[in-house]
């Protein structure tokens, strides 16, 4: 997936500069961006954004807090370069939770692999989620907005697991944890097989997970989870319970209840340009087709398919 960097600088003077520097590089673009234009940048959420202190006509200080004071650009990096070596203003910057200060003249290698490094590390980690090595909630957000702002035509998959308290319950945490895991493997797996290129797949928590797939198309992807799932996951049970089919559970009053083998159930939404205006009416939508999907039996999965008006 390209990488978007963003270079402030009014006189547009980086630009020309980094492209050159980075020409082998295809994970990363670069784009201008004057200190006028920043509130339309941010909306685009970069994955990395590059002052040229000299070449700017505010207060880098200023420029700096608006970024980090901007809910979705939180944790996005910021390097600043300029020639003012003076310490306390160096000092000053770094303390507006700026990553880097790069004093001119620049040494390119140096610039070059502190931009490389730095991707290599937000890749490692903005993974937040420790049990399935997946993007959590903040970035799932981001993505959803970043596309919204593109005016792009994607899929939302809200995928959980089918009886997995019940699951938790007779065969413990350190089980379901591994089903957790196994669920976020299938779903990297049958996503990234499906659409090679410009898919996301977060972990919202607990046996909740999300794809985001750059298409409408979505029947393949979503048989081939639920295929994968149903075929593997039960090496997680007793030879005993996959005969049954069921597992059972004592609930509060000691009654025994029977639950069938944990399965899948996948909720779709269709995001086609200009239907949704914020990622609160997609998630919306995906409550209620997830609900459709989870009231049939067995691995499953539903698309909301209603046309934007």
Do not use: W
Request: with cysteine.
């Amino acid at each position: 997936m390209v990488q978007e960097i963003y270079i402030i600088d009014d006189d547009e003077s980086s630009l020309p500069i980094f492209k050159e520097l980075f020409k082998e590089d295809n994970e990363f673009k670069f784009i201008g961006v004057k200190t006028e234009q920043i509130d339309i940048a941010l909306k685009n959420i970069p994955f990395l954004i590059i002052i040229n202190e000299d070449a700017i006509d505010r207060d880098v200080l200023s420029v700096c807090e608006k970024i980090r004071t901007d809910e979705d650009n939180k944790i996005t990096p910021i390097i600043v370069v300029s020639s003012n070596s003076d310490r306390r203003h160096r000092l000053e910057v770094l303390s507006k939770s700026v990553e880097y200060y790069i004093k001119k003249p620049v040494d390119t290698d140096y610039l070059y692999y502190t931009v490389k490094n730095l991707n290599r590390l937000l890749s490692i980690n903005r993974r937040i989620r420790p049990l399935t090595g997946l993007p959590g909630n903040i970035q799932i957000h981001a993505e959803l907005k970043k596309r919204i702002s593109k005016g792009e035509e994607f899929s939302v998959l809200y995928l959980d697991l089918d009886n997995f308290k019940a699951y938790n319950d007779v065969y413990g945490f350190l089980k379901g944890d591994q089903i957790i895991e196994f669920t976020a493997q299938t779903i990297i797996k049958c996503v990234h097989e499906t659409f090679p290129e410009n898919s996301f797949i977060g972990h919202i928590g607990g046996d909740d997970f999300i794809a985001i797939v750059p298409s409408i198309e979505v029947d393949k992807v979503c048989q081939s989870i639920i295929a994968n799932f149903d075929k593997n996951v039960t090496k997680f049970f007793t030879e005993e319970d996959i005969e049954k089919g069921y597992i059972e559970v004592a609930n509060r009053k000691g009654i025994i209840e029977q639950f069938a083998l944990t399965s899948i159930s996948i909720g779709v939404v269709i995001v086609e340009k200009g239907r949704f205006a914020n990622i609160l009416e997609i998630g919306d939508v995906g409550a209620q087709v997830k609900h459709m999907a989870k009231s049939i039996m067995g691995s499953s999965y539903a698309v909301d398919r209603r046309q934007s008006h």
